[in-house]
């Protein structure tokens, strides 16, 4: 068979599949919300606005661990058990350069002030860029015009404080997990896993909504029906509690078999986990859209 009836076939058999998909959403009313979503996605060019997120994003990952580390330094400064076992869960961040980064994190140590006011400044700074991106994607879903530069720059900074406090909430829960469980499981006994892992549920369910309820209300420059921003938080808080697993699947193999890319495959994971957060996000405007019509 020569290339070009190959590429025939192939283009004929696709072309099919997307005519069985279309008359598919058109019977069904949430393949095709899920179609124009996608749709939407793709003609407004939101890939390209959760690449420059998960770009700015990732540059303030290592000034948000400045300020993790220079907070549970004050926090923690009475048990040293749990201080060391969370910088251990860190270290293991970095398999590759355990040696190097648990020199840095001794010397953050002795420098936690400084090393909480550089974190701050450097997190400001890359992280009200990667705040400004989500409204210039909202824009984009909507069709409106940006805030004026000092609208902007303070919703992005409000933007980045909820959810640097959030980032910084779930940090410290991840990071004192392996000390604080025995202790628990020490005083509940059984149905231990069982009521962790629900309680994880609910605690991840609730927070998340609350961040996105703060993001649809405040990000947009069109104000949006109360009942509509509810709903959107609610589904991509679900959403995003789904891919928070899958990841967490992929960074527990990384760490346990320190396979494949080491500290590359963590870091790749993590730019890949921001694109994705910045895609749902942009795809939840895109729902926010859809519900507002009907």
């Avoid at 251990?88 to 980064?101: K, T």
């Avoid at 991106?133 to 609208?151: I, N, S």
């Amino acid at each position: 068979m020569k290339w070009g009836e190959l590429k025939s076939r192939v283009e004929a058999t696709w072309e099919r599949w997307i005519k069985a998909a279309n008359s598919l959403a058109d019977r069904h009313p949430l393949l095709g919300t899920l179609r124009s979503i996608i749709q939407g996605f793709r003609k407004k060019d939101l890939s390209h606005r959760s690449i420059y997120f998960a770009f700015h994003a990732f540059i303030a990952v290592l000034p948000l661990i400045l300020i993790i580390t220079g907070i549970m330094g004050f926090i923690f400064s009475a048990s040293p058990a749990i201080r060391d076992n969370i910088n251990d869960a860190i270290y293991e961040m970095f398999p590759d350069f355990d040696v190097a980064f648990k020199g840095m994190l001794d010397l953050m140590e002795s420098w936690r002030v400084a090393a909480l006011l550089v974190g701050v400044a450097l997190f400001l700074c890359a992280g009200v860029k990667a705040a400004e991106v989500l409204e210039d994607g909202f824009c984009m879903v909507w069709g409106t015009e940006k805030r004026p530069y000092g609208k902007r720059k303070g919703v992005a900074l409000c933007v980045l404080l909820v959810f640097g406090t959030v980032t910084l909430i779930e940090a410290i829960m991840n990071f004192a997990t392996p000390t604080l469980i025995p202790w628990v499981k020490r005083q509940v006994g059984g149905g231990f896993s069982v009521g962790v892992f629900f309680a994880e549920l609910v605690v991840s369910f609730l927070v998340g909504f609350l961040m996105y309820l703060f993001v649809y209300r405040l990000i947009p420059t069109k104000k949006l029906p109360t009942a509509v921003v509810v709903k959107t938080a609610a589904m991509v808080t679900v959403i995003m509690i789904f891919v928070e697993y899958v990841f967490g699947f992929y960074f527990n193999l990384v760490y346990d078999a320190k396979l494949l890319y080491g500290t590359m495959g963590v870091m790749l994971g993590i730019l890949i986990w921001l694109y994705v957060v910045a895609a749902v996000v942009f795809m939840g405007a895109l729902l926010a859209t859809h519900l507002s019509s009907e």
